[in-house]
């Protein structure tokens, strides 16, 4: 799939997320189903973290599921500067799962500390902004990431 139509696909999807809740959706979320939670699974292979750019919607409550038999973390690439760390899980042991609150807009590329091959990043995105300032968060998240 194209980049330009996976990226409108995406938004088209986060505006949906960002519709007003109907009744349907609130049995939904009674369920344990919340239509801001974001999935990201780690695996023993490349790309390692699945999916490897994702790209969720300001409010989101993002999890890391580890299915894998070894450990794995989740460490906000700002953890290594004298930026913000946004995020470290610590070792993630097998199937387990570590989850973040609601993060704002962004980019955040992560990194495993134990297997500093598997890398991601979050792009946490404003659905009401501009089609064009979303995509562009999101190329330049697909080029940051491959190029590393």
Request: glycine share 6%; aromatic share 6%.
């Amino acid at each position: 799939m194209k980049l330009t139509t996976l990226i409108n696909v995406v938004v088209s999807l986060m505006v949906m997320i960002a519709a007003p809740v109907s009744a349907k959706e609130d049995q939904a979320s009674e369920a344990g189903f919340h239509p801001n939670s974001v999935s990201i699974i780690l695996e023993g292979l490349a790309p390692y973290y699945v999916p490897q750019v994702a790209v969720v919607p300001v409010g989101s409550v993002v999890t890391w599921t580890n299915p894998t038999a070894s450990p794995h973390s989740i460490r906000h690439d700002g953890c290594l500067t004298v930026g913000p760390c946004a995020f470290d899980s610590g070792a993630v042991l097998p199937d387990g799962t570590f989850s973040i609150p609601m993060l704002p807009p962004g980019q955040y590329p992560y990194h495993c500390e134990l297997h500093p091959v598997m890398r991601g990043t979050l792009v946490v995105v404003d659905p009401r902004a501009a089609h064009n300032d979303i995509a562009a968060a999101v190329e330049e998240a697909e080029v940051k990431t491959h190029a590393e």
